[in-house]
């Protein structure tokens, strides 16, 4: 930390860092200086004029968001000439605004039918707004004291509205061109989706030829909503309800673990989602799930009573009488006919109790969550480095000067994990992408590489050896950190470069600029999913990768490190506490009996001693009849994809089947017994994020209708029909305590620890003074915890391994470089590589307003891309209509013709608007949890006739 | 379709000048084309590693740039400081009954596109109009009407 210095505003003493601007150092120390442009974690931009002060011996009244602190500075801020000088800034401002009610005494008092002795038309009334009561700006000329006699005068622009693209209602007649929007969606999204247009008086927002927002390059994160201080950027649903209560809690969507506040309204529904600006996993970020895609909570379609089923018809029943049956049924099943899949937004108290109801209650070892369909994605880290976990915070991101992202689709999978990334690129970092598929990161990388599916693997190899030919290798470090880098490096120079560069159809240039980019950094950081990697190979990549890191030196140390990027909420959480094929809790990669018996011991109880199984073998072995009965939480898109075979046919194959779901969804339809499931937003508990970092859920409401329960609730009641010992847990709190016992590295873990991580956020000016929409709800900032935690009052672990490995050295491990061999049919003789980007420039496109719904609709060919030896052979030309066959569906468009498609490939680049459109207008209650993926599949080209 | 993006792109891309900007791209294609087509935005924004909107921003900015083609023949007339004082107003009123506009713009017929112009750097020859960059000195409306009849201009009779 660099000295402190003191500057006093308005007499007020405060300490602050040089190089802060006076705003900033006054937002810190909470004291107000009223503002319109600058918002917190942006770039100061001094466009509004809003926040000038005057300096004791200065010149004039410069904008204290630029003006650099000084020691000793002693700042005016509210003495009668600056606020003079404010009320005529904001003069000019309000004269763009309907302004009638904004200066208007009885604004307090105001009903929207009220007669108006200002003759203010009712479209220009702040009531008729819909951000009528949470409108920063009209808290600012309140704080000003705007009261005029008269409204100046303003005249509508009669600017169209906006109301055809997902998700946003956009009313430029309300905008103030204080071009926050711009900049969260330059500056922190690194989008550029919108832009100002035009000059002078006419100066507004817009897009490139006033495009609808699905053209633009839109991702559709609602950061320029959170941002604007006006009622231009709204969210469409619930647009006119007003908040009666907001609580915190976490996103159930993605292992980011984003922070949001959730506003209620009286009626105890949900009606808008606003990003936390003080939480540190997402910095008042979200994306289009966590931000449109919550509203299921409310859902009329949920789940009210359990359902039992009788003479082959699902009807309502009570929860005693439901769970008396399950228990009674349950008892039958005892021992390895017993499977439980847990549902990946679990929380960790739940996926402990699953683990621990599968193993004591049940005597079985199968219990996995539904999603992990890559178990292998952290195996090989946590053999190598000692944990299965990404090494680094995810805002450290920003400090790396190279990342790598590997397979993995951020903006649809861990969206806000892409926002470091891409404002790192912005300020100079190196961005490599290995990926078959065309993805959003793509647009941003220095290096692409496009290995041919399968081969990804034996590029790795590439790398690596390149990574030694070039002298990259960090090799001080390694000799003193890793074991056995010897057989490491004999197993990389006996590679043959060019002939993996004729297998992978990357050229020799590629790998090695890729492995010159990243070994030569000063910290690269490396992030990886396992998305469409063959499974055999799978293990062997993430020991390629870790590889990486190790030789290049880039773990423990901040600002690099190694990031698996998970799919679930709480994968993280799930593998900790032992919810996971074959791993007990908190006993990490030991399977052995001396591990069982650690935990018998602990437990107090017989554990089964049978290997588990996974999701995938756990369905394969209902379709076989090898397990007969199940526990399925929540439903999952794995099960219906095709990516775990036909896991609906398996599951119709088992003799008792019970689902836990929030909805009737097709897994609950075929089940004997279904329990209503509460949704994330009605439970206790903790999600470890993939960051490691523990964070509390709340309950934000009780389930509107009907008798949801959470998963903690129906397995205390199971197992006590069971008599099955240790689930008589009065609160989420008390299992928290319990896994703290168990799991060592959540030892020291509590609520009240958690508790003691928060801290009250200073609100500048006190709870009336105007704030941006994310700072609205700040009352305390939730810091969790990132775990391991060094005891009782021990701070957490932002970064591992800073002081060696837990066992000393890291194990390099020597994959066998290699790739599969033909494992295409020949009918279905080529990969289909799908993408999806935000912005195609080159693709003819319209977008329509479709008649019934009034939304945009995205009209146009999609580009089938391939090979020219391919077309030949498929009789193919250019421009011919074909269509895409897969086992899994098809895809009709026109055939072009590129030489740079690697043989054997065929590639289609779809627009994330679409993926949007079909979102917005999917009759599914929570299609956001469905939102499918980018799978390279094998596939057929045939000509549709014309 | 095809022969216009290939326009772009050569405009674009050969710019003689070192330094290349947004602006220097958006200027090539405005000679080139006399306007700004959307695929000349998507061609800039490649080129100058922006996106659309950034390349939009400038066009907007600029009220010199225009979006839809021009008129085959650009008239435009000087109402800068010194032609107003000798007489730039009378010459702008006997254009705008030449050609038919109220004001500034493009006649429907596709024949002529009509700006304002606040400086053609001609001021000792005040007042000036230029028909497709050719400038006509101490011009009178007379004189303006007149010229305009040789490019077809008048009331639409056809």
């Excluded at chain 1, 790598?404 to 300020?427: H, M, W």
């Excluded at chain 1, 030569?520 to 990697?533: F, K, M, P, R, T």
Aim: proline content about 7%; glycine content about 8%; charged content about 25%.
């Amino acid at each position: 930390m660099p000295d402190d210095i003191t500057i006093a505003i308005d007499g007020v003493e405060i300490k602050t860092q040089p190089g802060k601007m006076v705003l900033d150092a006054a937002v810190d120390a909470g004291i107000y200086i009223p503002y319109l442009c600058y918002h917190p974690g942006m770039k100061p931009f001094a466009a509004c004029r809003m926040c000038v002060v005057s300096v004791e011996g200065g010149r004039g009244y410069p904008a204290a968001c630029t003006l650099p602190v000084q020691d000793g500075m002693r700042i005016r801020s509210e003495a009668q000439d600056v606020n003079e000088l404010r009320r005529s800034v904001m003069q000019m401002l309000i004269a763009e605004h309907p302004n009638g009610c904004l200066t208007c005494h009885r604004i307090d008092i105001c009903g929207p039918s009220d007669v108006c002795l200002r003759h203010v038309s009712v479209n220009d009334r702040c009531v008729t707004c819909p951000k009528n009561e949470r409108c920063e700006f009209k808290d600012t000329v309140r704080y000003l004291g705007m009261e005029l006699e008269s409204p100046l005068n303003y005249t509508y622009k009669q600017i169209p509205l906006e109301v055809a693209d997902p998700f946003y209602d956009r009313d430029y007649n309300l905008c103030i061109a204080c071009g926050r929007c711009v900049r969260a969606c330059e500056e922190i999204r690194g989008d550029n989706a919108i832009c100002f247009t035009e000059r002078s008086g006419k100066a507004l927002v817009g897009t490139s030829f006033g495009s609808s927002l699905l053209e633009s390059g839109c991702e559709f994160c609602g950061a320029c909503i959170d941002v604007c201080p006006v009622g231009a950027l709204v969210e469409r649903s619930h647009k006119w309800e007003k908040p009666r209560t907001v609580e915190r809690t976490v996103c159930p969507h993605c292992p980011v673990g984003c922070q949001l506040n959730l506003e209620l309204n009286g009626g105890g529904e949900l009606i808008r989602v606003v990003p936390e600006y003080n939480s540190p996993a997402n910095r008042g970020q979200a994306c289009f799930k966590g931000k449109f895609g919550l509203e299921f909570v409310n859902s009329r379609e949920r789940l009210q009573q359990p359902l039992i089923r009788r003479d082959g018809v699902l009807v309502e029943t009570s929860w005693d009488e439901a769970l008396d049956y399950v228990a009674g049924r349950l008892a039958d099943y005892r021992g390895d006919s017993f499977a439980l899949l847990a549902s990946p937004n679990g929380t960790n108290e739940e996926h402990y109790l699953a683990q621990k109801f599968s193993r004591v209650a049940m005597d079985s070892n199968n219990v996995d969550l539904t999603s992990n369909l890559q178990p292998e994605l952290t195996t090989a880290l946590e053999q190598t480095l000692g944990h299965g976990a990404a090494t680094n915070p995810l805002w450290q991101l920003e400090q790396a000067g190279c990342i790598l992202v590997f397979n993995s689709n951020l903006t649809e999978d861990n969206n806000v994990a892409g926002v470091p990334i891409k404002r790192a690129v912005q300020n100079g970092a190196e961005l490599v992408v290995i990926d078959p598929r065309e993805v959003e990161l793509t647009r941003y990388a220095h290096c692409w590489l496009r290995p041919a599916p399968g081969t990804e693997l034996l590029l790795l190899g590439g790398i690596l050896r390149e990574v030694l030919d070039q002298g990259l290798e960090n090799s001080q470090w390694v000799e003193a950190h890793c074991e056995d880098p010897a057989t490491l490096r004999y197993y990389l120079r006996i590679l043959d470069l060019d002939e993996i560069a004729g297998i992978t159809g990357v050229s020799r240039d590629g790998m090695a600029e890729a492995a010159r980019r990243f070994g030569g950094a000063d910290n690269a950081a490396l992030c990886y999913a396992l998305d469409n990697i063959p499974p055999d190979l799978a293990r062997d990549c993430v020991s390629a990768l870790v590889d990486l890191a190790l030789l290049t030196g880039n773990v423990g140390k901040p600002g690099a490190g190694i990031y698996p990027m998970r799919q679930g909420a709480n994968e993280q959480g799930a593998w900790d506490v032992g919810c996971w094929a074959n791993r007990l809790p908190g006993r990490g990669a030991r399977r052995n009996e001396s591990a069982r018996r650690e935990l018998e011991e602990l437990l107090n109880c017989p554990l089964p001693t049978n290997p588990g199984l996974g999701v995938a073998a756990t369905l394969e072995a209902a379709g076989t009849g090898r397990v007969k009965a199940m526990l399925l939480v929540g439903d999952s898109p794995n099960l219906g994809n095709g990516r775990l075979g036909d896991g609906l046919a398996a599951l119709q194959n088992l003799d008792f089947l019970v689902v836990m779901d929030t909805f009737l969804s097709a897994p609950a339809r075929l089940a004997e017994v279904v329990l209503p499931r509460a949704t994330f937003a009605e439970k206790d508990g903790t999600y470890t994020n993939l960051e490691r970092r523990v964070q509390r859920i709340r309950p934000v409401f009780r389930p509107r209708r009907g008798e949801a329960q959470p998963e903690q609730w129906v397995f205390g009641q199971l197992a006590r029909r069971l008599d099955a010992p240790g689930f008589e847990h009065p609160s989420a709190a008390a299992v928290m305590d319990e896994i703290a016992q168990v799991v060592p590295a959540y030892a020291g873990l509590s609520y009240a620890r958690l508790e003691a991580e928060s801290a009250l956020v200073l609100r500048s000016g006190g709870l009336e003074s105007p704030k941006p929409t994310q700072m609205l709800y700040t009352g305390r900032e939730h810091r969790g915890l990132q775990w391991p935690v060094a005891g009782e009052s021990g701070a957490g672990t932002p970064v591992l391994y800073l002081d060696g490995f837990p066992s000393g050295k890291a194990d390099l491990i020597a994959p066998q470089f290699r790739a599969p061999q033909d494992i295409l049919e020949a009918e279905y003789p080529a990969w289909f590589v799908p993408g999806r980007v935000l912005l195609q420039r080159d693709r003819e496109m319209q977008v329509e307003i479709e008649a019934d719904s009034n939304l945009n609709r995205i009209v146009r060919d999609e580009l089938v891309e391939l090979n020219p030896a391919d077309a030949a052979a498929w009789s193919v030309a250019e421009g011919d209509a074909v269509e895409v066959q897969t086992r899994q569906g098809r895809l009709a468009g026109l055939a072009r013709l590129d030489a740079a498609i690697p043989p054997g490939t065929v590639a289609a680049t779809i627009l994330f608007g679409q993926l949007v459109v079909d979102l917005q207008n999917s009759p599914e209650p929570d299609p956001m949890s469905r939102t499918p993926g980018l799978d390279i599949l094998p596939a057929r080209v045939v000509k549709r006739d014309a | 379709m095809d022969g216009l993006k290939e326009r772009i792109r050569k405009a674009v891309h050969n710019q003689p000048q070192p330094t290349v900007t947004i602006l220097s791209s958006l200027l090539a294609v405005e000679d080139e084309l006399g306007y700004i087509p959307p695929e000349a935005v998507d061609e800039v924004a490649g080129f100058n590693r922006a996106t659309i909107n950034d390349v939009w921003a400038v066009v907007s900015f600029y009220p010199n740039f225009r979006t839809t083609p021009p008129g085959q023949h650009r008239v435009e007339v000087c109402w800068g400081p010194s032609c107003h004082l000798v007489g730039a107003m009378p010459v702008i009123a006997a254009v705008l009954e030449a050609v038919g506009l109220p004001a500034e713009g493009d006649t429907p017929d596709g024949r002529l596109s009509l700006r304002y112009n606040t400086c053609l750097g001609a001021c000792a020859q005040a007042p000036v109009m230029s028909i497709d960059h050719h400038l006509i000195g101490r011009i009178t409306p007379e004189q303006a009407r007149n010229r305009l009849a040789d490019y077809g201009a008048g009331p639409a009779t056809e």
